[in-house]
């Protein structure tokens, strides 16, 4: 009951916060699943800015740009005909003012969850991009492929559709997917947390790991208790980025929209402030 709480708590806060400022700043939404919230890195609170303020703050670094705000508006759990479905567009994404650059990324939970995926879930990110369009008319709508949370094949099935949506709405496909398993042959499990059943901890650890455990499972970020638990079936399977992790998605999501930043400015300069 108590993660549960917490993960209401999380999602009113996405929903209330989601704000764009709309001053003068180049606008930026994020909009997709729990590998775009980062639900349970803002649960533990690690030190250093989350995925969307890092976001900000690569593109700032590039003095040459307009200053950018970076909106959050993902939700773990999420597929896109839920979005849909349960209003949550509408009420967190369908009026937020001056948009200029949308990203989207769903396919793992629709996969999971969308009946008859294959053949719908073409279909619903046409529906939501039929929606951006109208509601965002001046935004770049940029479909992204997923990160590397399944097996390859699964993946590709997944990725491939969203291919197909961007070749039939003549958008251009942002491909997180090879960057992000370029890192991971670095260290297959550097980019994941582990969370991990608190009854399948051996009973001698179970005390001195309670301040570790949300909702019954012993969640932390990195490696750090990799030597203790790491023999024990499944501890690393659990494959939602850490901060390294979002730190990859930021770092390629930063180098793509540069430029396109820069194109964007030659063609409709505007004034360059501090960022």
């Not at 879930?121 to 529906?127: A, C, L, P, R």
């Not at 499944?234 to 979002?246: E, F, I």
């Not at 390629?252 to 505007?270: C, D, G, H, N, Q």
Request: include cysteine; charge should be positive; hydrophobic fraction near 40%.
């Amino acid at each position: 009951m108590k993660f549960a709480a917490t993960f209401i708590t999380l999602l009113f806060l996405t929903l209330s916060n989601v704000i764009a400022e709309h001053d003068g700043k180049i606008q930026i939404l994020l909009l997709g699943d729990s590998t775009t919230e980062g639900s349970i890195p803002r649960l533990l609170k690690p030190e250093g800015p989350h995925f969307e303020e890092v976001i900000r703050r690569l593109l700032a670094a590039e003095t040459d740009l307009p200053a950018c705000n970076v909106i959050q508006c993902g939700v773990s759990g999420e597929y896109i005909r839920r979005l849909l479905d349960s209003g949550r567009y509408e009420k967190a994404a369908s009026k937020l003012p001056g948009l200029d650059y949308i990203f989207v990324r769903y396919g793992i939970n629709d996969r999971a969850r969308r009946e008859k995926f294959s053949e719908n879930f073409t279909k619903d990110f046409q529906e939501l991009i039929a929606l951006l369009r109208k509601d965002h008319p001046k935004a770049l709508i940029i479909p992204m492929t997923v990160i590397p949370f399944a097996d390859k094949a699964t993946s590709k099935e997944i990725n491939d559709l969203i291919f197909q949506v961007g070749r039939d709405e003549k958008l251009a496909v942002f491909d997180i997917y090879p960057r992000y398993a370029k890192e991971l042959e670095k260290g297959h499990n550097m980019l994941n947390y582990r969370r991990y059943s608190i009854e399948n901890i051996p009973e001698k650890y179970r005390e001195w790991m309670a301040s570790q455990v949300h909702g019954g499972k012993v969640v932390v970020m990195g490696n750090e208790f990799d030597a203790l638990f790491g023999h024990l079936p499944g501890w690393t399977s659990d494959r939602h980025p850490n901060l390294a992790g979002y730190n990859v998605i930021a770092d390629e999501t930063a180098k793509y929209l540069a430029p396109i930043l820069r194109t964007r400015m030659k063609k409709s300069p505007v004034k360059v402030e501090a960022n």
